[in-house]
């Protein structure tokens, strides 16, 4: 009961319709709680989480080691800026810097704020190449079905009008190939070129990966023409792909790495790490944040790295994931007006259908199956990483199902 009588109770959907901002169009689903793969919302309906909050949520929901983590670090120090060394930061750094290889890492709050952080990397690099000089050296080449946030550098890295409109004018400097065409990429880069950066596999745009062969060849691009190779790893990376970062695949070694969406596991938390070539372009008082690698933030991210590691979760997607896609490809053979391939790696994957993915969701949605739609007619299905095969399985059925009801 509130304690404030001229507090009128309200419904949650009336609260929504009343008091936030309409940028989202949201389902009627109001959720509560979660446990596992599985959430439940406000009528005590349950349904199996592939959304994952967007790949966010990497363990599942409230797995016992991250809530008791979490728990005993807010008990202990949340805050303190960072005019201020904290231990879980530093820690965090060293396992990433093991992951990622040698170089440093500067933590921020979400994708989009890794991406600035990248940007404002590749302005630093092309001043450098320029003998010191701003504005001589400063275009990105990025790929263009791609998705890199919402902030003004992120939306300019985006070329989609529904992204795009209504925001211009945009960032200046960007130039965009086609994904998979090293040629497109190859024509773009002059001598006002400072750094490719695409997604290793594209999310929002529709899961799309980057072949092995086309980033290898960035990289030799990247070497003759002194760019940086910036790699977008913001849903792709922390283990979703049963590598730690996806571009392991392809056995490239990107200059710098955005990442955020399962490094905290539902905690906001984002990450840039700069190899060492170009780690020491940002000195002191060049870049900064105020919430980035709490000790609260970075407790989130040491429990999924321990809960990755001790319990082999890259070693179980990499696994459960080939007799998951070998089951989910099935439905593009056995319903072939509907569905017209499955793709992705890991625990990332996208159904790509024939007509508009949204009745889709909704009745997946209806049948217990909670997942997210992306560019190109795709139904994404983003499992927790330790999703077992029964929910997986569980997946298949209710897709069928759908597939079933709208044949
Ligand atoms: C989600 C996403 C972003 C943006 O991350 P936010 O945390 O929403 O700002 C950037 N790049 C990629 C590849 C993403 O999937």
């Not at 001043?127 to 990105?140: D, L, Q």
């Not at 960035?218 to 970062?245: A, I, S």
């Not at 020491?280 to 809960?307: E, I, K, S």
């Not at 439905?331 to 391939?341: E, K, S, W």
């Amino acid at each position: 009961m509130s304690n404030r009588p001229d507090v009128v109770r309200t419904s949650t959907a009336d609260l929504y319709d009343a008091h936030v901002l309409k940028n989202y169009g949201r389902p009627a689903l109001t959720l509560v709680r979660g446990s596992g793969s599985h959430v439940w919302d406000d009528q005590g309906g349950k349904f199996l989480d592939f959304t994952s909050g967007i790949a966010v949520s990497a363990l599942g929901h409230c797995h016992p080691h991250w809530v008791a983590s979490v728990q005993r670090q807010a008990g202990e120090l949340i805050h303190t800026s960072n005019l201020f060394r904290n231990p879980n930061q530093g820690e965090l750094a060293r396992r990433l810097v093991g992951y990622a290889g040698p170089g440093r890492v500067f933590f921020c709050n979400s994708g989009a704020e890794a991406n600035e952080g990248l940007l404002k990397l590749a302005r630093l690099h092309g001043a450098t190449k320029a003998g010191g000089e701003e504005g001589k050296c400063y275009k990105v080449i990025c790929a263009k079905s791609a998705f890199h946030g919402r902030t003004f550098g992120g939306m300019s890295a985006t070329p989609q009008e529904k992204i795009q409109k209504g925001f211009r004018p945009l960032v200046p400097g960007f130039a965009f190939g086609e994904l998979n065409n090293l040629a497109s990429f190859e024509a773009l880069i002059d001598d006002q070129t400072a750094a490719i950066f695409v997604e290793t596999i594209q999310g929002e745009g529709g899961v799309n990966s980057a072949t092995t062969e086309f980033l290898l060849g960035l990289r030799k691009l990247c070497n003759q023409h002194n760019l940086l190779l910036m790699l977008d790893e913001v849903q792709c990376g922390v283990g979703r792909t049963g590598k730690f970062f996806a571009y392991e695949h392809a056995g490239v070694r990107p200059d710098a790495i955005g990442m955020a969406k399962g490094l905290g596991g539902g905690f906001p938390i984002g990450a840039i790490w700069i190899g060492e070539k170009a780690a020491d372009l940002f000195q002191p008082g060049m870049h900064g944040t105020t919430f980035g690698g709490t000790p609260l933030a970075c407790a989130a991210a040491l429990a999924v790295l321990d809960v990755i590691e001790k319990e082999k979760l890259m070693e179980q997607v990499s696994r459960a994931s080939g007799s998951w896609i070998e089951a989910l490809t099935e439905l593009a053979t056995d319903f072939p007006a509907q569905v017209l391939g499955v793709r992705g790696r890991g625990f990332m994957v996208g159904i790509q259908l024939a007509s508009d993915p949204a009745p889709y969701v909704a009745a997946l949605r209806d049948a217990g199956l909670l997942v997210p739609s992306a560019g190109g007619n795709v139904i994404r299905l983003l499992p927790p990483l330790n999703a077992t095969a029964d929910e997986l399985a569980s997946s298949v059925e209710i897709l069928r199902s759908v597939f079933v009801a709208k044949k």
